[in-house]
């Protein structure tokens, strides 16, 4: 049983860090502003490479899901650090070249995170099955984590001269090297067996009611557009309204903080409160997010980043927690991806949003407020097509029944 503890608390642990090292992903906005310094890259550009990589990252997932049921999680995740180092290493030998960049971030290095995310994620809440919220956020929170890291070693060294070039090279060799040996240590319980397929009452359990499916898309699709659009230009949204340099770039850091503990915030809070958790986070996003150009002090600038960042964070969360409380943990392979492909959707629509509209207005007044709007139309669709559950959440809260206490 001890020996068990261990094997458990180092797969956790080791998901952690694989996460930490190819978080990588949200730290783009730095690296976007040094290359369009660098080779005069457009807006549009850069966000198409960032979207790319989403998009990539989501469609991978969903038969990514599968194999980490047929052939376990170890072996997903380490063809996924492989594939980082091949892409990230690509870009630095790209000499500049657009399309080089674009295959290896938007399509190589994709295609690896969407082969990773899933194998550390089904680990932690197969180990711990009765606190589904909070592993779902501390098994994701490295992700968001590894941006904070990132971007601010990527920023001291760019103040140093350093090529963009030769960050990406960095980030090959170091973050997929540690990203490949903590993959190494990933297993599942011996109660979750590897599997080559479902049985029929696991195959009946991981099926969804159709409403609540499209209720789950519409909610991630609405929460990510919004803080993919954020992420994807945030330093740039700072330098457009006067705010310095490095505090736009410790922007990106402080969004990444926040999108790491919003992770395990709100893991915590689907444990106390469940479901209403969804609608909450998606309201309270649409505020912060539509207010957003009026933050052009560099303080407020940055609370403004981090409640941003906590509440992106949320997405990564909720949706897996609710799908896994409703349909077991087995739904997070076979289910979550398809609701996760919402997430590569909003990837492309959300950065590229930002940057068209900036290219036409010089600004980007117009793509928070689209950004907000659609946060609003997140919070009515998941309402409507969950009125009787939610109600009767409200309900059980109210009262405050045993089960929510």
Not at 20 to 26: P, R
Not at 265 to 282: E, Q, T, V
Not at 292 to 321: M, Q, T, W
């Amino acid at each position: 049983m001890k020996n068990n503890r261990f094997v458990a608390y180092l797969a956790v642990a080791s998901g952690v860090l694989m996460q930490l090292c190819l978080g990588a992903l949200y730290a783009w906005s730095t690296f976007a502003a040094a290359l369009r310094e660098e080779y005069g890259f457009r807006a549009s550009q850069m966000a198409l490479v960032f979207g790319t990589t989403i998009a990539t990252f989501t469609l991978v997932m969903l038969p990514a899901g599968r194999w980490v049921t047929r052939y376990g999680p170890r072996k997903l995740a380490i063809a996924g650090a492989l594939l980082f180092i091949l892409g990230y290493g690509l870009v630095s030998f790209s000499g500049g070249n657009f399309w080089l960049i674009y295959l290896g971030a938007g399509v190589i290095a994709g295609a690896g995170i969407g082969c990773y995310y899933t194998a550390p994620l089904t680990c932690s809440v197969a180990w711990f099955p009765e606190r589904k919220g909070l592993m779902t956020g501390l098994s994701v929170a490295g992700f968001g984590a590894g941006a904070l890291l990132v971007s601010t070693i990527a920023e001291m060294l760019l103040e140093r001269g350093w090529h963009p070039l030769t960050l990406f090279r960095l980030l090959a060799f170091v973050n997929g090297s540690i990203a490949f040996l903590a993959a190494t240590q990933l297993r599942l319980p011996p109660s979750h067996p590897v599997s080559e397929t479902l049985s029929p009452s696991e195959e009946a359990a991981v099926r969804v009611d159709r409403k609540y499916f499209w209720s789950l898309v519409a909610g991630m699709f609405a929460a990510t557009f919004s803080g993919l659009l954020v992420i994807g230009h945030l330093k740039s949204i700072g330098l457009s309204y006067g705010i310095s340099p490095h505090t736009a770039g410790l922007a990106v850091g402080v969004f990444a903080v926040g999108n790491s503990l919003g992770r395990l915030i709100w893991g915590a809070a689907y444990d106390r409160f469940g479901r209403l958790c969804l609608p909450a986070a998606l309201l309270l996003q649409a505020v912060v997010v539509g207010f957003l150009p009026l933050f052009r002090v560099e303080g407020l600038f940055l609370v403004a980043s981090f409640a941003i960042g906590v509440l992106f964070g949320s997405a990564f969360v909720l949706y897996a927690s609710d799908l896994a409380s409703r349909c077991g943990s087995k739904a997070l392979g076979y289910v979550y991806p398809f609701v996760f492909l919402a997430y590569g959707a909003s990837g492309i629509a959300g950065p590229l949003c930002g940057g068209l509209l900036f290219d036409t207005f010089g600004n980007y007044i117009a793509s928070c407020a689209v950004a907000s709007l659609l946060s609003i139309g997140g919070v009515a669709v998941f309402v409507a097509l969950n009125n009787e559950e939610l109600l009767e959440d409200v309900r059980g809260f109210l009262r405050l029944d045993p089960e929510n206490d």
